[in-house]
């Protein structure tokens, strides 16, 4: 305040209030004041800069990022005419639908002609089954006829030789007979020369000198004729031997065969019967399936004649993608799997929840057609990139909204 005898001072006679006049106190004050304002400010700008700092050092960022997946290329296994396709470019579909028909109606012929030959087969394998133990018992049968014939034989050549004894012994006995004949008949010659015994006497000794003789010529006929009869008994033998010997080492053989060819038959069989599967799964090849439920593009057209393995049409598991985010190889220290990422996606203007799953072995241009060579030419160091799999928080891509291809931009939180 202004003291009461103070003149006036010339800001006041001019019609200007006059100052405020500020007291030693009141400076100080003020001066006190501004410090703290400066000193909060100070502290302002150091929390927020520290928070900043902590803020930015907690995570790692990169906008070299896409979503990724495993495209599925469906391509036809069989050759034939495409007939009908079941859906439309961008369509989502589930495994096991019916995307796309080839022309079954040849396929079905060869199942068919196929189940025929394996009818076939099977027929001709029971029938050599069947022939088995037909030729087991005639073989054996064979063996024991054979065996039964030598002994018969053996039997006929013991009674043609005891046949044969009683030929000889009817054959002595007749010459013996023959030389008292011949003898009584020399000796009546005599008598009846001499006239001492009747010419009917005599007659008779020569009858039966005659008929003694012809006895002999008889007994020497059957001898020979028995001796014939043991030959023929012998050789009968030797032919049923060889038989029985035949039939001994031809039996094994001849089951052997039978079986072998039943073996055969039995394993044609199984040919045709594995032919008529291949037929079958050609035919059932002529409905292609989806593999995985995704959405289906770039697909083949009605009309198209096929091969086996070409590409007809692209299925994109839209359920199982994740993230391939592309950082500098600066940034790798701080990376480790498992730790929380939340990325942008730039199509759906939409922020998602992820984890690291793991690190790539070597940076992306090592997996080019022509990977860099540092050993030739000038040398400059360029920043390296390696690709980083990151995977989706179960239920973030519910909505299925995600297409592989699609940029984002992830955020590793490293604290």
Same mark, same amino acid.
């Given at each position: 305040?202004?003291?009461?005898?103070?003149?006036?001072?010339?800001?006041?006679?001019?019609g200007?209030?006059?100052?405020?006049?500020?007291?030693?106190?009141?400076?100080?004050?003020?001066?006190? *004041?501004? $410090?703290?304002?400066?000193?909060?400010?100070?502290v302002?700008?150091?929390?927020?800069?520290?928070?900043?700092?902590?803020?930015?050092?907690?995570?790692?960022t990169?906008?070299?990022?896409?979503?990724?997946?495993?495209?599925?290329?469906?391509?036809?296994?069989?050759?034939?005419?495409?007939?009908?396709v079941?859906?439309?470019?961008?369509?989502? +579909?589930?495994?096991?639908?019916?995307?796309?028909?080839?022309d079954?109606?040849?396929?079905?012929?060869?199942?068919?002609?196929?189940?025929?030959?394996?009818?076939?087969?099977?027929?001709?394998?029971?029938?050599l089954?069947?022939d088995?133990? /037909?030729?087991?018992?005639?073989?054996?049968?064979q $063996?024991?006829?054979?065996?039964?014939?030598?002994?018969?034989?053996?039997?006929? /050549?013991a009674?043609?030789?005891k046949?044969?004894?009683?030929?000889?012994?009817?054959?002595?006995?007749?010459?013996?007979?023959?030389?008292?004949?011949?003898?009584?008949?020399?000796?009546?010659?005599?008598?009846?020369?001499?006239?001492?015994?009747?010419?009917?006497?005599?007659?008779?000794?020569?009858?039966?000198?005659?008929?003694t003789?012809a006895?002999?010529?008889?007994?020497?006929?059957?001898?020979?004729?028995?001796?014939?009869?043991?030959?023929?008994?012998?050789?009968?033998?030797?032919?049923?031997e060889a038989?029985?010997?035949?039939?001994?080492q031809?039996?094994?053989?001849?089951?052997?065969?039978?079986?072998? *060819?039943?073996?055969?038959?039995?394993?044609?069989?199984?040919?045709k019967?594995?032919?008529?599967?291949?037929?079958?799964?050609?035919?059932?090849y002529?409905?292609?399936?989806?593999?995985v439920?995704?959405?289906?593009?770039?697909?083949?057209?009605?009309? $198209?004649?096929?091969?086996?393995?070409?590409?007809?049409?692209?299925?994109?598991?839209?359920?199982?993608?994740?993230?391939?985010?592309?950082?500098?190889?600066?940034?790798?220290?701080?990376?480790?799997?498992?730790?929380? +990422?939340?990325f942008?996606?730039?199509?759906?203007?939409?922020?998602?929840?992820g984890?690291?799953?793991? /690190?790539?072995?070597?940076?992306?241009?090592?997996?080019?057609?022509?990977?860099?060579?540092?050993a030739?030419g000038?040398?400059?160091?360029?920043?390296?990139?390696?690709? +980083?799999?990151?995977?989706?928080?179960?239920?973030?891509?519910?909505?299925?909204q995600?297409?592989?291809?699609?940029?984002?931009v992830?955020?590793?939180? /490293?604290?």
């Amino acid at each position: 305040m202004a003291k009461e005898n103070e003149p006036p001072s010339p800001d006041a006679s001019a019609g200007i209030p006059p100052r405020p006049t500020v007291t030693r106190p009141q400076r100080r004050w003020r001066r006190r *004041r501004n $410090m703290l304002l400066l000193l909060a400010g100070i502290v302002v700008v150091f929390v927020a800069g520290l928070w900043l700092w902590r803020y930015f050092s907690s995570y790692e960022t990169t906008d070299d990022a896409q979503v990724d997946a495993h495209l599925y290329p469906v391509s036809a296994r069989i050759s034939g005419y495409v007939v009908r396709v079941n859906v439309d470019d961008n369509q989502y +579909v589930k495994e096991g639908t019916v995307l796309v028909e080839i022309d079954p109606k040849d396929y079905q012929v060869a199942v068919d002609q196929a189940r025929a030959d394996l009818a076939n087969a099977v027929a001709t394998a029971q029938s050599l089954h069947i022939d088995v133990p /037909i030729t087991t018992t005639t073989t054996t049968s064979q $063996m024991q006829t054979t065996a039964a014939d030598v002994e018969n034989n053996r039997a006929g /050549i013991a009674a043609a030789e005891k046949q044969l004894a009683a030929a000889n012994a009817q054959l002595e006995e007749a010459q013996a007979n023959d030389v008292k004949a011949q003898q009584d008949l020399a000796r009546y010659k005599l008598l009846v020369d001499k006239e001492e015994v009747a010419r009917q006497t005599y007659d008779t000794a020569l009858a039966t000198a005659r008929s003694t003789a012809a006895a002999v010529t008889a007994a020497r006929a059957n001898a020979e004729a028995a001796q014939h009869s043991v030959e023929q008994a012998r050789s009968r033998l030797a032919s049923a031997e060889a038989s029985s010997n035949q039939a001994v080492q031809t039996a094994p053989k001849q089951v052997a065969a039978t079986q072998a *060819r039943a073996l055969s038959a039995q394993a044609t069989v199984e040919q045709k019967r594995a032919a008529v599967a291949q037929a079958e799964l050609n035919l059932q090849y002529t409905k292609i399936v989806a593999p995985v439920n995704g959405a289906v593009t770039k697909r083949v057209v009605v009309g $198209m004649n096929v091969s086996p393995g070409q590409q007809l049409l692209t299925v994109v598991p839209l359920e199982d993608v994740w993230i391939t985010a592309n950082f500098k190889e600066t940034q790798l220290p701080y990376l480790c799997p498992g730790q929380p +990422v939340q990325f942008y996606v730039d199509s759906n203007k939409r922020s998602y929840k992820g984890r690291v799953d793991s /690190i790539s072995g070597a940076t992306g241009p090592l997996f080019s057609l022509f990977p860099p060579e540092n050993a030739t030419g000038n040398y400059v160091k360029i920043v390296q990139r390696v690709p +980083v799999k990151i995977t989706l928080d179960p239920g973030e891509n519910s909505d299925l909204q995600l297409r592989p291809g699609v940029n984002v931009v992830p955020k590793v939180y /490293i604290r």
